[in-house]
C-alpha cells in the first residue's frame, strides 16, 4: 500500500525540506495537505472505528503543565487552575501488527524528512510498550483541555473529522514567554484571542506543542473525532515513567 503521496510531497527534496522547516520555524505549526493517501486513511479508519469500545479515558481534569497542583500557591495560579479532558485512546500495543501506521512511524525516509524539519540529529520511538503510536477519541461532547505537552514536538494526522467542533486551537510561545502565568489565566478565561489550525483526514500535521499552549474544541455531532499521534524521542531508550504510564494508560504494560 501507498503510505505517502511523494509527489505532491517530495520529502527527499532539499528545497521541499527548507520550505517546510521554514513554515514550521515561523509559525510553530506545519499542515501538509493531502500527505496520506485516502485508500490508508480508509484501512486506518476501519481498523480504529472496531477499537474504540477498547479507548481508555484517563482522569479528567489537569492544569495546562499536566503536572501536579501547587497547593502553596493561589488558587487562580495557573499551576492550580483545571481543566477538563475527556478523550479516549488506544496504545501502540493496540494497534493492529500490519497496521500502515506501523510502516509510516518506522519509515526511513518519512523519519529522515522529520529530522530535517524539526531540526533534529536523531529520531527514536519510545522505549516502552504504549507511546509510540496512539489513536484519540473523542466522541460526541468529548474534548481536550489546554495544555503543553511535555515533548518538544507533536506529529498527528486526522483520521476522522466530526461534523462539527473539535477544532484545534493553540497561541504559540507562551511557556517561554516571561508573563506565562498571566497569559495562561487570560487565554482560559477567554480575554487573549487565540489562534485556529484547519486540518482534514490525510494531513501530517507538525506543532510545537511543548511551547504552544492548545486545545482540541469539544466534538459536536454523532461523528467521533479520530486522530493518530506518532510520538518520537530525539534519544534512544527514553520511556515514559510508571507513574505517567499509568496516568495517561491506565496501565503500565
Ligand atoms: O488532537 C489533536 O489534534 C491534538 C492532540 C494533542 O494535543 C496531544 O495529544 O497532546
Ligand atoms: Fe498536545
Known amino acids: 500500500m501507498r503510505l505517502i503521496d ?5 520529502i527527499d527534496r532539499a528545497d521541499y525540506r527548507a520550505a517546510c522547516r521554514t513554515t514550521l520555524r515561523q509559525t510553530g505549526t506545519l499542515v501538509l495537505r493531502d500527505f496520506f493517501p485516502i485508500e490508508m486513511i480508509d484501512r486506518v ?7 474504540e469500545a477498547n479507548a481508555f479515558y484517563a482522569e479528567s481534569t489537569h492544569n495546562v503543565w499536566l503536572t501536579d ?68 477519541y473523542a466522541s460526541e461532547g468529548r474534548e481536550l483541555g489546554w495544555h503543553f505537552d511535555n515533548s518538544s514536538f507533536a506529529v498527528t494526522m486526522l483520521l476522522q473529522a466530526p461534523d462539527a467542533g473539535g477544532r484545534f486551537e493553540y497561541v504559540p510561545e507562551v511557556r ?27 494531513d501530517l500535521v507538525l ?21 493518530v499521534v506518532f510520538a518520537y ?8 515513567s510508571a507513574s505517567a504510564l ?8
Open 207 to 227: 506543532f510545537r506543542g511543548h511551547d504552544a499552549m492548545h486545545r482540541v474544541t469539544p466534538t459536536e455531532g454523532p461523528t467521533t473525532r479520530l486522530l
Open 233 to 240: 524521542n530525539n534519544r534512544p531508550g527514553i520511556g515514559l
Open 69 to 136: 497542583p501547587d497547593l502553596s500557591r493561589p488558587e487562580d495560579h495557573s499551576y492550580n487552575r483545571q481543566v477538563v479532558s475527556s478523550k479516549g485512546l488506544i496504545a501502540d500495543d493496540q494497534i493492529p501488527a500490519d497496521s500502515p501506521l506501523r510502516d509510516v512511524y518506522s519509515d526511513d525516509a518519512f523519519r529522515a524528512f522529520l529530522c530535517a524539519v524539526l531540526e533534529i540529529d536523531e529520531i527514536h520511538p519510545y522505549a516502552d510498550e504504549l507511546s509510540s503510536i496512539n489513536v484519540h
Open 176 to 202: 517561554t514567554d516571561p508573563a506565562v502565568h498571566d497569559r495562561v489565566g487570560a487565554i482560559l478565561d477567554g480575554t487573549e484571542p487565540v489562534d485556529g489550525l484547519d486540518f482534514a483526514p490525510g
Open 6 to 10: 511523494s509527489e505532491a510531497h517530495p
Open 45 to 51: 479508519v476501519a481498523d480504529a472505528v472496531a477499537r
Open 246 to 253: 499509568q496516568t495517561f494508560y491506565g496501565r503500565i504494560n
